[in-house]
Structures are given as C-alpha cells and as structure tokens.
C-alpha cells in the first residue's frame, strides 16, 4: 500500500526566504512526527502530533519552526526566514498511534533543504 | 531528548563476517528499536524490542534488549553486500513517546 509522502524531494532556498515541507501520512493514522537529520548525525525529533491533541512541539529549535496538521492527516512543516544550519533532510513519520507495541514508526524518504 | 551513545560509527568488513553494534542510554527505556536507513530513503524498521532480557531474531538479524533496560545491540550473522547501510537504535523513554535516535552506525560490506 501508500507508504508516508513527504513533498518536494529537494528543496534549495536562499537564506532568509521561507519554505514549507509537507508531509503525506499513511491512511488511518493518527500519529504523525517530524525529525530532522543533519549530515552523519542521528534523528532530531521536532515535533508530534496525536489525534486531536494539543502537538508536542518541545523539539522544534527555534520560533521560526512551526508546523500544522490539517484535518488530522496532511501535515505543513515551515521554517521562516532559514538559516544556513537549517540544511538538513527533514524526515516525517506516522504510526497506527503513540510508540506502543502496536505502532511502529514508518518513515517518509524525506525532504533535502538546502539553504544557500 | 534523552541521549543514546551507539557503537561503532562505522564498520568495514568482509562479505560473511558477523557483525554487531549496541547501544546505550543513560536513563531507563521502555522500548527499544532497530532501523536501517540507504542512501535517499528513510529508515526503515528491522527490529522492535519490548521488553527487557527480550532477544528477537529477524532473518540474519539478532537484537537483545538489555536486563537493565539502558542498552540493546543488534548482531548481523553472514554479512552480505546489501547488508550495507546506516543502522540506527532508536529507545522510548518511561517519561515520553518520542522516539530518541542514536547517531547510526555506518556499515560497509565488500564483496
């Protein structure tokens, strides 16, 4: 079936310029998480979103990240005015729900931000 | 984010060695995970561990949730050259549900 969307595959900004990555869950569900993964470094998680609940937004770095999820699918991540050590791959993931036993995390392929 | 020491960050090694890489975490976690992640792709899951002393096996593919729930490892048996990768343990604190990753071990196979 549908795997995790995430669009564009490659985007290269100028600094200071605003971008939106989005991202494209599985049907059905209800978990959705960004990460950030910098060059030969692990997974940075930005922020979750659980249903109808208020999202975690306890990993985002700095006020000019922000994110939405419309209608508890699609989600927006947006970074204003970016920054050079914004370039990064930004990973989505969603789950069945949470990361209990039944819900493991599928991934996106992700979307490489380059900021010049 | 908790923080996850993971071992080796690199590996290179003759196609049909064994291989294995652990990870460690400083605090308690309640759920363990393995992923592999290729060149322009997300990572992918290999193995979820659930409960401590748990040794699950996937194929080629050992991983073992430690007694002290701080630390897990992953053994690959008879390597091959698509074994090649980035392979990743992930951990579920007590406290969240946030994944927290380690920053990957880099396998490299040849033939």
């Known amino acids: 079936g549908a795997g995790v969307s995430q669009s564009p595959s490659n985007k290269v900004t100028e600094k200071g310029k605003d971008v939106e990555l989005r991202c494209d869950p599985i049907?059905?569900?209800?978990?959705l998480y960004w990460y950030r993964q910098s060059l030969g470094q692990g997974l940075e998680f930005l922020i979750y979103?659980?249903?109808?609940?208020?999202?975690?937004k306890s990993g985002l770095p700095s006020d000019r990240f922000s994110a939405e999820r419309t209608g508890g699918s699609v989600s927006t991540l947006t970074i204003q005015r970016t920054q050079q050590e914004d370039s990064a791959v930004y990973l989505c993931?969603?789950?069945?729900?949470?990361?209990?036993?039944?819900?493991?995390?599928?991934f996106g392929n992700g979307t490489r931000l380059t900021v010049t | 984010g908790q923080q996850l020491n993971q071992s080796p960050q690199s590996m290179f090694i003759q196609e049909g060695e064994d291989v294995s890489m652990n990870c460690t975490s400083s605090?308690?976690?309640?759920?363990w995970l393995w992923y592999k992640q290729e060149p322009g792709e997300g990572p992918v899951l290999l193995i979820a561990?659930?409960?401590?002393?748990e040794l699950t096996s996937n194929g080629r593919l050992t991983a073992q949730f430690g007694i002290t729930r701080k630390d897990s490892f992953l053994n690959i048996s008879a390597s091959i050259p698509s074994d090649v990768g980035i392979y990743f343990c992930?951990?579920?604190?007590?406290?969240?549900?946030?994944?927290?990753f380690g920053k990957g071990t880099s396998l490299l196979v040849t033939p």
């Open positions: 979103f659980q249903g109808n609940s208020a999202p975690d």
């Open positions: 049907s059905g569900h209800t978990a």
């Open positions: 992930a951990g579920v604190s007590n406290s969240g549900y946030a994944l927290n």
């Open positions: 605090s308690i976690f309640n759920t």
């Open positions: 993931a969603s789950s069945p729900a949470g990361t209990g036993r039944n819900s493991p995390l599928h």
């Open positions: 561990l659930y409960k401590a002393g």
